[in-house]
């Protein structure tokens, strides 16, 4: 057990150190978030306001609930404007363990990773919200008004934008899997049935249990995934791990 935890210091101190350049990137990009959260809550607003144009002013039921929302929108909006260097982080840390023609990948890794990561949140931004927020104020009416607290409307936007973020990585993840040794190139073909149960119950949590809401959310993920073992099939190695 010594042996063993001196042979993996070297790694540890490493990942230290990794972590703690994380952890700062997102502090300072969440500060800078917090600068314009005026600016992030309006442009929050856009999906509502194209799905409902009727819908009127956000309310907040306590005193610390405008705070505590644009703490937690700002550290969402920090965490996706550090994800380049979050993805260097983690890129660089796996490196050591890496041919040096595939450390050269660095660039690739790096463009790709932001590529889909930005793809994804505009997706949700741009195509997703405003028809799934349609669906929601369907319900409105003449004896059913609503009133939606700013804190958990700006909590389900940067969510679901997150959401899709980081779901578009998904081939990349795939590829980089197959690629690096740790799965075969028909890995993700053999499990879809398992993997496909995996993004119907995230969509559901992720919807709050409506079903119409995670089917809208279940199709471009499992779309995503189809998408990931084509991409193995193209680009991902023959030998297995």
């Not at 309310?59 to 993805?87: D, H, N, Q, R, W």
């Amino acid at each position: 057990m010594t042996s063993l935890l001196a042979a993996f210091r070297p790694h540890y101190a490493e990942l230290r150190t990794r972590l703690v350049h994380a952890v700062i990137a997102v502090f300072l990009c969440s500060a800078l978030a917090y600068i314009f959260k005026d600016i992030l809550a309006t442009w929050c607003m856009q999906p509502l306001q194209f799905a409902y144009p009727q819908a009127g002013k956000l309310v907040y039921t306590s005193l610390p609930e405008a705070l505590l929302s644009y703490i937690k929108l700002s550290l969402i909006a920090g965490l996706m404007l550090s994800f380049p260097y979050l993805l260097y982080q983690v890129w660089m840390f796996v490196t050591p363990a890496l041919l040096d023609k595939e450390k050269r990948l660095v660039r690739q890794v790096l463009l790709w990773g932001t590529l889909l990561f930005i793809s994804g949140a505009s997706f949700a931004f741009f195509v997703v919200l405003p028809r799934l927020l349609q669906y929601f104020m369907s319900y409105a009416g003449p004896n059913l008004i609503p009133m939606l607290k700013l804190g958990a409307y700006l909590t389900f936007i940067a969510r679901m934008v997150l959401a899709f973020a980081l779901a578009f990585e998904i081939p990349f993840l795939m590829v980089m899997s197959v690629r690096t040794g740790l799965t075969s190139r028909d890995h993700f073909r053999d499990k879809r049935l398992y993997f496909y149960a995996v993004i119907t119950v995230l969509a559901f949590l992720l919807a709050a249990g409506d079903l119409t809401a995670t089917v809208l959310l279940t199709v471009p993920l499992v779309g995503l995934y189809e998408t990931g073992i084509l991409a193995c099939r193209l680009l991902g190695r023959q030998n297995t791990a």
